[in-house]
């Protein structure tokens, strides 16, 4: 080694890492190598520095440097390169050349000992796997085989062979494509082509096999190709699991997803979806009907006889429909509870044809059905829907068909309704009203006007009767014709009643206020569904008070109908009410049939005599039109009615007085009271002071 300042250990390691640098990937950290090559270079500077060079001393530190992990060719160069430089002298030459021989000695060692790591790695994987691949080919759950690419069997395992019932002998060396089903889907194996080309790698099918007992086993196989290491294809695996109780399962779930547990018969979604299917298909010749039909008082059966008779009764009545409709391929299902319903389709079906199904399903359900010791006897009422093409969706016909239905209930049940477009316009709007008729209340879209009541005999304004509109945001007018049925049917009219009762109250005290010397009658209509509400004596006494109108001055007005119903409560209540002073008219007498022996037992003050009966609405001239003396039938019976009147204490009032012929008939026949168009339209309550003060009839006639 030459040169005046040779390098220390710790400075020939430090250019010794640089050197090295990036060459190799170094598990170790810097400072890690730093230490490592400090050592190096004190051996490499000791083995220098006496008389001779030691080679193996050298080789021990080349092979260090492969231990270091410096195992790249550009790592040993630059090292040779590096220590040459710095301990240049006649001795490096051979120094140099003991390192790189231990350097690749141990190289060559370390590459080795890593091959036969990875030999016998790769030896026990594949025994392992091999032992694994047979282990579970063996015990697998589901049924496997290995088939050559031209389809010869060469291995089966247990579970193929107990799904199947063969014995492995019997499948080996068959084809596997020799197993078909009549039941296989057409062109089944030529899916396998793409497989067998490569152009797939798996397939999945579904199909069915023969067991050995000729039973059908359902399976859902999947067939893999397996190709050597050059891309040959070599073997078809094909998995094989039994879905037979898994299918039948979803068929039972299916059935019961689509079918009426009770019955049998098809549910409300399969008939929905039968429906909607066949609507595209009619017109052009073609027409879909159908036929809504409910049971009459079926709750009476469940409740007298039980539900478990019920139930016997509905069975027998679907199975009955079932077979004498079904067999003409007409659907029959269960909508729900005592409800079933027919679908017809047809390429014509006339509602004469469609008239003969629902008279056939009446028919049906008419004959006794027998439970237990017991004959049980029902009738059904049933809507016809006919449907020729066009836009309409399935909910909308059985909407139309279960409207029909309630119709043929209304008009008496134990028949047939034909669908008509124009009443179910009425349902339609009435059910909108309904529907409306809340929030028009509490808006205030119920107006009240008053119409004068006038005394004949002098022609003087005693009274009104309070009329109540509803006025419509779009500026229309209904009339109590038009939504009082409403009322009565959905319960409304009890709070639209009140609210009405208490602003007419509240106006005739008002009147009063203005003209005291002139207090006016105020009648009100009280529909029947408020006189059975319990509380209605102290409703109309509260409102009495709230607004200080006067009992004697209230007239409270019931249609006859209504009034000859009464009973129990109901006239308790109207005999509460008379007793405050309240009086109590009988409204359009003369449209019902009245009681007259029951009559003279009511709390009833006054007779209103309907219009038709004063007008005579079948008479060109109506009622009164005939002079006196004259051969008038219809006169002589009113002039009976105002005489009943007055042998029973009661007062009477005309209404739809239209002529000044008719008002002197009335009055020469003893009516009390008139009202009508001759006197006033109903107006407002701002304008009933000056009908008081100057009433426009006083003067004419």
Not at 687 to 693: G, K, Q
């Amino acid at each position: 080694m030459t040169g005046p300042h040779p390098p220390s250990a710790d400075q020939l390691a430090g250019r010794w890492r640089a050197a090295v640098a990036g060459t190799s990937r170094v598990s170790v950290s810097q400072p890690a190598l730093h230490d490592v090559l400090r050592e190096l270079a004190a051996d490499v500077i000791d083995a220098l520095a006496g008389g001779d060079v030691d080679p193996e001393r050298l080789r021990r530190v080349g092979a260090r440097l492969v231990q270091a992990h410096l195992t790249e060719t550009d790592a040993l160069q630059r090292t040779l390169e590096l220590l040459g430089d710095e301990l240049a002298g006649p001795r490096t030459a051979p120094a140099m050349a003991a390192l790189a021989a231990g350097y690749a000695q141990a190289l060559r060692t370390r590459t080795r000992d890593e091959q036969q790591r990875i030999m016998t790695a790769t030896l026990a994987a594949r025994v392992a796997a091999e032992a694994r691949f047979a282990a579970v080919f063996d015990a697998a759950a589901i049924g496997i085989t290995v088939c050559h690419v031209d389809g010869e069997i060469l291995e089966v395992n247990r579970a193929l062979c107990d799904m199947l019932g063969y014995a492995a002998s019997d499948l080996v060396s068959r084809q596997f494509w020799e197993f078909t089903h009549p039941d296989d889907r057409p062109g089944l194996w030529d899916r396998t082509k793409d497989l067998l080309t490569g152009t797939v790698d798996h397939l999945r099918l579904e199909k069915p096999y023969f067991r050995r007992d000729g039973s059908t086993v359902l399976t859902d196989l999947v067939l893999s190709l397996v190709s050597d290491p050059e891309g040959r294809s070599r073997y078809v695996v094909a998995m094989i699991h039994d879905i037979t109780e898994q299918r039948r399962m979803q068929d039972r779930l299916a059935h019961q997803a689509t079918h009426d547990p009770l019955t049998g018969l098809p549910n409300r979604t399969m008939f929905f979806d039968r429906l909607h299917d066949a609507l595209p298909r009619a017109g052009d010749g073609g027409a879909v009907g159908v036929c809504y039909l409910d049971l009459d008082d079926f709750k009476g059966v469940n409740d007298t006889l039980g539900h478990d008779v019920g139930d016997e009764l509905l069975r027998a009545v679907a199975q009955r429909l079932d077979a004498e409709l079904g067999r003409h391929g007409h659907v029959v299902a269960r909508m729900g509870g005592d409800e079933f319903v027919i679908l017809v389709e047809e390429r014509s079906p006339d509602t004469g044809a469609l008239e003969a199904v629902a008279a056939t399903a009446l028919a049906v359900v008419r004959r006794p059905v027998r439970v237990g010791d017991r004959q049980v006897r029902v009738s059904a009422s049933l809507g016809v829907v006919r449907h020729e093409g066009g836009a309409t969706t399935a909910a909308e016909l059985m909407k139309a068909a279960d409207t029909t239905m309630y119709w043929a209930k209304t008009d008496g049940r134990d028949r047939y309704a034909l669908f008509d477009a124009d009443r179910h316009r009425g349902d339609v709007h009435r059910f909108a009203l309904s529907a409306r008729m809340p929030q028009a209340l509490e808006s205030g879209e119920f107006v009240v006007e008053y119409q004068p009541l006038v005394r004949l005999r002098d022609r003087r304004m005693i009274g009104v009767e309070a009329l109540v509109r509803w006025e419509l945001p779009d500026g229309r007018r209904l009339g109590p014709d038009e939504f009082v049925p409403v009322a009565e049917q959905n319960g409304l009219i009890v709070p639209l009643g009140l609210a009405v009762l208490t602003e007419a109250c509240r106006a005739a005290a008002g009147w009063a206020a203005e003209e005291p010397e002139q207090p006016l009658l105020m009648s009100v209509n009280l529909a029947a569904r408020q006189v059975r509400e319990p509380g209605i004596v102290d409703a109309v006494a509260a409102v009495l008070a709230d607004t200080g109108w006067r009992p004697e001055l209230l007239q409270l007005e019931l249609t006859e109908s209504d009034l000859m119903g009464s009973a129990g409560e109901t006239l308790g209540a109207l005999r509460s009410l008379a007793a405050m002073g309240v009086r109590i008219a009988i409204d359009d007498f003369g449209t019902g049939y009245s009681n007259l022996a029951y009559l003279r037992h009511l709390p009833v003050h006054t007779l209103k005599l309907a219009g038709p009966f004063v007008t005579g609405a079948h008479l060109p001239d109506g009622l009164l039109a005939s002079p006196p003396g004259s051969d008038d039938v219809d006169g002589q019976v009113l002039a009976a009615v105002v005489e009943l009147a007055r042998v029973l204490g009661l007062s009477v009032t005309a209404e739809s007085v239209e002529t000044a012929g008719q008002l002197e008939r009335l009055r020469a026949l003893g009516c009390d009271t008139g009202q009508g168009w001759y006197f006033a339209r109903s107006v407002p309550a701002a304008e009933v002071p000056a009908l008081l003060r100057a009433p426009p009839w006083a003067t004419s006639g």
